[in-house]
Nanobody, 118 residues
Framework: QVQLVESGGGLVQAGGSLRLSCAYS????????MGWFRQAPGKEREFVAS???????QYADSVRGRFAISRENAKNMVYLQMNDLKPEDTAVYYC????????????WGQGTQVTVSS
C-alpha cells in the first residue's frame, strides 16, 4: 500500500503559478512511477504528467511547456510546478503511484482543488 497526500492547490489568476506537492509513504517500492491527473467538473479524469524513478518525464500536450513534474526520492515527494495557468486548468488535481510492472495506477491521493480565474 502507498499513501499519498497532495497539497498546494488554491485560487490563482490566469497567467499565475502554483506548485503542487505530493507526499508518499508506505510501500514506496510501488511508487516507481508517480503521476499527476486532473478532473474538471463534468469531465473525465485526464493524465497531466508522470515521472519515473530515473527522472524520465511525460506530459499531456495541453500542459507541455507550462507544467514541470519533479521528485525528491530521498524525501518521498513529488511536485508539479504549474506556470502560465489558464482557466481551463481548473480542476481537482490528483497524485497517483504505481510500480514499474503495473500498467495502471492503483494508488491515489484525495486530490487538491486548483481554480484559475480569468
Amino acid at each position: 500500500q502507498v499513501q499519498l497526500v497532495e497539497s498546494g492547490g488554491g485560487l490563482v489568476q490566469a497567467g499565475g503559478s502554483l506548485r503542487l506537492s505530493c507526499a508518499y509513504s508506505g510501500a514506496t517500492f510501488s511508487a516507481n512511477y508517480m503521476g499527476w491527473f486532473r478532473q474538471a467538473p463534468g469531465k473525465e479524469r485526464e493524465f497531466v504528467a508522470s515521472i519515473n524513478w530515473t527522472g524520465y518525464t511525460q506530459y499531456a500536450d495541453s500542459v507541455r511547456g507550462r507544467f514541470a513534474i519533479s521528485r525528491e526520492n530521498a524525501k518521498n515527494m513529488v511536485y508539479l510546478q504549474m506556470n502560465d495557468l489558464k482557466p481551463e486548468d481548473t480542476a481537482v488535481y490528483y497524485c497517483a503511484a504505481r510500480g514499474a510492472a503495473v500498467g495502471s495506477y492503483p494508488y491515489w491521493g484525495q486530490g487538491t482543488q486548483v481554480t484559475v480565474s480569468s
